[in-house]
């Protein structure tokens, strides 16, 4: 074939391809400008587990070890302690609470399975993703990261409101 | 005798079967589930669970067959709508103030009523009523307890009666308020614990173990208790490292023990991971100096210098070697291996109590296995204190004599706890046990025996009478109160009474240590001396000195200086103790959790122990030790770093052990006898002349008391071991109650130290 026909059929490329570009730069955009701007996450958003206590500010966790039972990755690490002071002055709800609870993020495949297995609704997923570290040892959060008192909370996510459409703003493409 | 066979129908199939069968046995065995709490094998009948109940034709309503004997043609259903229903119902009033709270109870995860709520539970309560509110509470220091959980199976009560003869728990109050509960609100018992190990609930509790950890996290190594000679099987449960907890419970483990362990084996394992153990080898540099941490290589070195050095200076004969009855039979073999290939030496023995030398010399009968005492039928006891010192043994006997209808004799000088259970007892003047010997053994001196023994000379006549015209097994027990006459004149007693149809005499020593036997078997009891007399030729004839383990409270009395007038001491030990004060080396030891061997106990049962958690910071198992010193002094053992090695080498020396290796004593439900070599019938007319002279010789002076010793005066006194448990503090210093019983009893109390010294000079 000649030049002059190569030329011809590259141009009709060209411009087959930028009039997509060209049409969708009018429409709606749905890239987030993160993290100048906030992510929204819906409320059933697993992120980092976070350890919640009652009222009077003591955990909630009992330490019966069944998130950790029921995690496939195996990844929780309980020790179970026993708090013989009054119930007013006890780091936990009950007695038994758990003096260490570990999570290792290097295998946690946030299935929320421990979130299910918790009898005392103490654990859950909270909506911190940033879980990047320089160092691997460092994905291993103890409960001075993972108890809601603790845990500080990014900037960088909203949580949509219960009635708030989040799916569609993402398909709508 | 063989039992009449009888036929059952059980859900329409036809098997054949004992006459005289339990039925929830028969159907057990033949493969049809019954669920069950009350029934307990080998315990008096409840019948109050309900949750076993079957239909037997031509019988009113549904029958308990926990309680049904099965008779010929006999025709039984495990398995129908109406028993499915009648089950779901006992469940559902079980639960009715039942608090739920399994996430923080100790029980979950091994939890019968758990599991029995899977299969037989209703998804939802009906019951609307407020239930029954009890606080969770402390019994002791060492049982806690909450009556909530209670489904009044009454499996403990009877426990604590039947094997135990305490009576320390029984079930008060009427209806849906009956609790467990104990006498005066403490239990002042043996603190055994077989309470909570058979409870099938969280309502009676490990305190030490007590919101620890959860079952399923522990790996479990099924190994042999490590304190007296009975020989208890046990299942270690450790997490991360660190014994968590020690537990008999069959369904992990079946061994000669069943479900029953003592205070010692259950609550008494803390000391392994305790803080005071030996972390490094340490050497003594000079005389008086400190004890100085050094590596590994360091102090085998230096040792082997040393060694060497007292070696070539006064010979092999200089150096006495000292095995122990507490360790295995591993490390006491590469010890005497030590001794007569390395060093070269006669002089070697054990920290043992007392010597059972003459006793294996004669042995005319059979040892006695626990089995054949819990079914003999005539129990001979001198001296002795069982349910202190061998407590499995002690609930043999109960048990014989309760549930098996046994004739139980005892011949001791103070009135001990047994005697309850006991047909006849003599009370004899402290220290003439070998008269007692002595006028069983020959009629003839039986005069003035009695006149020693301070007993009317009818009431030995009348033990003669019972064992001549005794039926079935005899089992005749001795402590250690006996001299070497008497103990041989003892291993001869079945010819004494001669050969009867139907009488079967077996013996039964009671040692006191973990591997007493081992050490015997081993020969390292057949030294040229005794513990006493090689720490009363340190320094004279000895030189040097290697011991494994450390001497006896009893041996150190009066010579506590011994070990300083040494050249040279080794030790290996787990702490610091009065051996180790003197030593120039101390070599740190591993503990029984964490080392590979074999424990012979009093039945002559080889039985294994099994590593559960790796050594101890620096610490080795001590045949490795030897072996390793045996390496720098230049001879090469060849036990390859394993334990079983030192076995298969050890069973081809020691004829008892022969054929033995670790893969047949793997089954703990059926332990090996070591095959003790019987001597027949012997001259023992030496020893009878020995005996009777001694025995004349004895001072007609010694008082008798009239006091039964309290309970644990022998079980909680404080040793190198059992005082690096907190809780045998408050016990040894008379189990205190506190003010409040809803707090750990540990928390409130703070043991007076003096009374703790006390205690402590006490044990050994
Ligand atoms: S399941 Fe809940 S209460 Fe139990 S250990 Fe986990 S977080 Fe604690
Ligand atoms: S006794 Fe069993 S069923 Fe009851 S709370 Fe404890 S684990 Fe749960
Ligand atoms: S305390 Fe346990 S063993 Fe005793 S009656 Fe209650 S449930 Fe049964
Ligand atoms: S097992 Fe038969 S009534 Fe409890």
Redesign the interface.
Known sequence: MSIIGDVIESTKAIIKGMSVTFAKIPQQKWTVQYPEEPVTVQPRYRGMHLLHVDELGREKC?????C??ACPSDCIYI????D?RAPTERTGV???YASVYNIDYGRCIFCGFCVEAC??DAITHGYNFELSVYNRADLLKTKDDLLITKQKQSLNYRVAFADEDVDSEYKEV | MPAELIKVTINGQEFETDKGARLIDVCREKGFAIPSFCYYADLALQASCRMCLVRIEKMPKLQTSCTITCTDGMIVTTESEEIEKAQRGMVEFLLANHPLD???CDR?GECELQEMVFDWGGLEERFTEKKNYAP?KFLSPIVANDPQRCILCKRCTRVCDEWMGEDAIEAGGRGSHTVIGTYGGWLNCSQCGNCIEVCPTGTLLDATY?????P??LSRTISTCTFCSDGCQLSVGSRGGEVMRVVARDRYVNGLNGEFLCIKGRFAHPFVNHEERLRTPLIRYKKGGKLIPATWDEAIRYTAAKLRAVLDAHGGESVGVVGSPRLTNEANYALLKFAREVVGTNNYTATEAFSLVPFFENLGAPLATHKDIRHAKTILLIGGEPEELQPLTGRQIRQAVRNGGAKLVIINSVPIRLKHAASQFIQIRPGTEDAAVLALASKDDAGVAARKLNVEAGALEQVRQHLNDAQGDVIVMFGGELGAEAQSLLAQLSFTFGEKEGRRFLLHPLPLFNNSLGVHDLGLMGGALNPLEILDAAGAQLRAMYVAGSFLRTHLEGREDALSKLDFLVVQELFQTATTEHADVVFPAASFAEVDGTYTNNDGFVQRVRQSIPPIHQSKPDWMITAMLADALGTDFGFQMSSSAVFLELAKQIPAYEGLRYPLLKDESNPVQARHALVGQRDVSAQLVELRSLVEGIEETGETTTQTPPVGHELFKLGTLTSKVPQFHLLAAGNPEPESVL??PL?QITIDPALRDEAAVAGD
Do not use: F, M, N
């Not at chain 1, 009992?62 to 069944?66: D, K, N």
């Open positions: 009992v330490a019966c070890y069944l950790a039972a020790v179970a302690a026993d013989p009950d007695e038994r009898p005392k | 399994c996430p923080v979950g969770e007590r919101h620890q950890t959860r399923w996290e707090i750990s928390y």
